[in-house]
Structure formats: structure tokens, C-alpha cells
């Protein structure tokens, strides 16, 4: 009977088929390949800073008008390459283009006017030097009459001392002595008058060097009175001149340039629109400036220091490798300069950890392929071990 109960039991367990094996054994390897990888994922955490709490960011520049006015031209779309100085609106500006022509046109007449001018000084200073030469020749023969005034002075005495002498000693009449005495006379009076001659013509020298001349006056103001208006008209001319430069800058103003190479980030206005003063037209990046920011958590900043490799995995470019180095580690959590501060009315404190911004630098990968915004996951070494 044993026998028999031993043989049915036998029957109950049949031998397990290979599929079966097959089947435990593949479970088997999964659970430990599982473990193994929950493991080194373990590990990896307690070695690595992971943090997907990150994005790509930049310095973005807001592009504003600094004149009101309404946009004539604007053409721009997010996404579109900027190149340094290319104009991104104008504003309309054709009373301001007839402003600038106006002043300009002042400025050429200020200018005919100090042509003018400077040649009617360089003619005062030709007729000023044409009556000095005639006055300094009228002078001059003044002198010429008066040494031939004072050798006939001369003479004449020479004649009346023989004359007198020939008329004591009775040898000429009376008659002929003062026919002599008067020709003394008039010699000595003729000296007389050719000193006043050259004392006249030194003062009309005097006077001509001054621009006054006798009997016939400068038809034009004495040069240096000319050259003092010119001075006024110089000055004139340089403050024309100024407001030519302002209604120009005005003009410059009124279309807006980019301050410099990037891209288009997103645009605030359309063609037609009016503008304020300062308002905002455009924000634009430089593609080539941008890095990584990582908010990590208070309680692992411990294990970063400034310069470690990161790796950097975009998601948007899940097969591309990027990488970089800690470049800044911030100071400040970043609740402490949230727009909407969080406040505690009531008293109660849930304690929350804290986030650390952390610059990263990107130093390998096509950082055009990178935008603000995009998110990405960071892989830090960490520097010291729990």
C-alpha cells in the first residue's frame, strides 16, 4: 500500500519543463540586472549632483525708443538674426528731416555772411594800407620842402648880411637892401609854414593808421572793427552749427539700431503702432552668451566647487553632448528675491529647502543650438563624499 501511495504521489509533482526554467531564469537575471542598476543608480546619486531643476539662460537686452513717435517700418519676427547697427524700426520723422534742412540752410547763410565779411575786411585792410603809403608820401615831401625851406632860409641870410654890410658902406641902395630884406622875410616864412606842413602830414599819417584820413574816408570800417563782427558771426555760425548736430541726433534717435550682433527673442510692437518714450520694441539675445542656470539645493552645495566639469544633457537635444565647469555659486537663495515674497501671517513654519542658483558655463557643444529657456539635467561630480 505504501508503495502505491508513493507512485501517486510521484504522478502529483511532474518535472518542470525547460520553458519554465527558461522563463525563472530570465526573471531572475532582470531582478538582479534591476538591482545592480538600482544599485549603480544609488551610487551614482550619492557620488553625482543630478539636478533637472535647470535651463539655458542668457542675457537678454530690451531695445526701447528714446523718442515717442509712430513706427513706419517694422519688419521683425522672434527668431530673426540681428547683425550690430542694423536699424530694427523707424519712427516718422519728416518734420524733423525739415527741421534739420532749415537749420542747415541757416547755417550756409551764417556762412555766405563770414565770406562776406572777410572780404570786406580784407579790402578795408588794402585801403587802410593805400591811404597809410599817401599820407606817409605826403609826409615825406613835407620833409623834402622843409630842408629846401631851411638851405633857402640860409641863403637868403647869407645875402642879407652882404647886402646889409654893401648898404652901411653906401656901395647899394636902399632900395635893392629891402628888396633882399623882404626875400629874407619870405624865406623865413616859408620855413615856417613847411614845419606846419610836416607836422600836418605826421597827424595825417597818425589818423590814416587809425583809418581816418582827410578828405577822403574809408568807405569800409577800419579792419579791426570788421574782425570783431566776424568774431560775432563765428559764433554764430558755431552755435548753427550745434543745432544742426542736435536736430541730426534727433534724427538718429528716431530709428533704432541694434546695439550690437544676436537674435531676436521676442518683438512688443507692430508697424503703424505709436510708441512712448522708453517703451520697449524688441528683446534679443547673442547666441554665442549663453550658459546654464541650476537652482540646487541648499543641501548639496556643499558638494560643488567653482571650476568642476558638468555634464549637461538638453532636452530638446537628448543625442547631443553638451558640457561645462561651475563657473558661480550664488550667495542667496533664490526665494529671497522672488518677485511675490512669501509671508507668514499666521505663525506656523513648514520648513522647505532652499535653492541655490549655480551658473554654469557651456564649453562643448553647438551652443547654437541652445535658446533661453530650454531645460536641461546637470550631472555634477561631487567634490566630497557623504
Request: hydrophobic share 40%; net charge negative; glycine share 6%.
Amino acid at each position: 500500500m505504501a508503495d502505491n501511495n508513493n507512485d501517486s504521489t510521484n504522478q502529483r509533482k511532474p518535472a518542470m519543463r525547460p520553458g519554465q526554467m527558461a522563463r525563472l531564469l530570465t526573471v531572475a537575471v532582470l531582478i538582479i540586472a534591476g538591482l545592480v542598476w538600482l544599485g549603480q543608480w544609488l551610487w551614482y546619486r550619492h557620488t553625482h549632483v543630478v539636478e533637472d531643476f535647470a535651463s539655458v539662460t542668457t542675457d537678454l537686452i530690451t531695445v526701447s525708443s528714446r523718442l515717442p513717435g509712430r513706427v513706419d517700418a517694422f519688419t521683425l519676427q522672434n527668431g530673426d538674426p540681428l547683425e550690430a547697427g542694423q536699424t530694427i524700426a523707424a519712427l516718422y520723422s519728416q518734420p524733423e528731416q525739415l527741421e534739420l534742412e532749415q537749420r542747415q540752410a541757416r547755417v550756409a547763410r551764417i556762412q555766405a555772411r563770414l565770406a562776406f565779411e572777410q572780404q570786406q575786411v580784407e579790402q578795408a585792410r588794402a585801403q587802410l594800407q593805400g591811404g597809410i603809403r599817401n599820407a606817409e608820401q605826403e609826409l615825406e615831401a613835407a620833409r623834402t620842402d622843409l630842408k629846401l625851406a631851411e638851405v633857402e632860409l640860409e641863403d637868403a641870410q647869407q645875402t642879407w648880411q652882404r647886402v646889409d654890410s654893401l648898404f652901411q658902406s653906401g656901395s647899394l641902395s636902399k632900395q635893392q637892401r629891402d628888396r633882399d630884406y623882404y626875400a629874407l622875410q619870405s624865406a623865413r616864412a616859408r620855413l615856417d609854414t613847411a614845419r606846419q606842413q610836416v607836422a600836418l602830414r605826421q597827424a595825417q599819417l597818425d589818423s590814416a593808421r587809425l583809418g581816418l584820413f582827410s578828405g577822403s574816408t574809408m568807405t569800409l570800417p577800419t579792419p579791426e572793427l570788421l574782425e570783431a563782427q566776424s568774431a560775432i558771426t563765428r559764433e554764430d555760425l558755431a552755435e548753427a552749427r550745434a543745432a544742426v548736430r542736435k536736430q541730426q541726433a534727433l534724427l538718429d534717435d528716431m530709428t533704432i539700431t541694434s546695439p550690437g550682433p544676436g537674435v531676436v527673442a521676442r518683438t512688443f510692437v507692430e508697424s503703424g503702432e505709436y510708441l512712448s518714450a522708453g517703451q520697449p520694441i524688441l528683446m534679443m539675445y547673442q547666441p554665442d552668451n549663453v550658459w546654464v542656470e541650476a537652482k540646487v539645493k541648499e543641501t548639496d552645495v556643499r558638494k560643488l566647487v567653482v571650476g568642476q566639469e558638468v555634464k549637461i544633457r538638453v532636452d530638446a537635444w537628448p543625442d547631443r553632448d553638451f558640457s561645462g565647469r561651475i563657473e558661480v555659486i550664488g550667495r542667496s537663495a533664490t526665494s529671497q528675491f522672488a518677485l511675490i515674497p512669501s509671508s507668514n501671517p499666521s505663525g506656523n513654519f513648514t520648513k522647505i529647502t532652499q535653492r541655490i542658483p549655480v551658473r554654469i558655463s557651456v564649453e562643448e557643444g553647438d551652443r547654437n543650438l541652445l535658446s533661453p529657456g530650454m531645460m536641461v539635467v546637470v550631472s555634477i561630480a561631487s567634490s566630497t563624499a557623504d
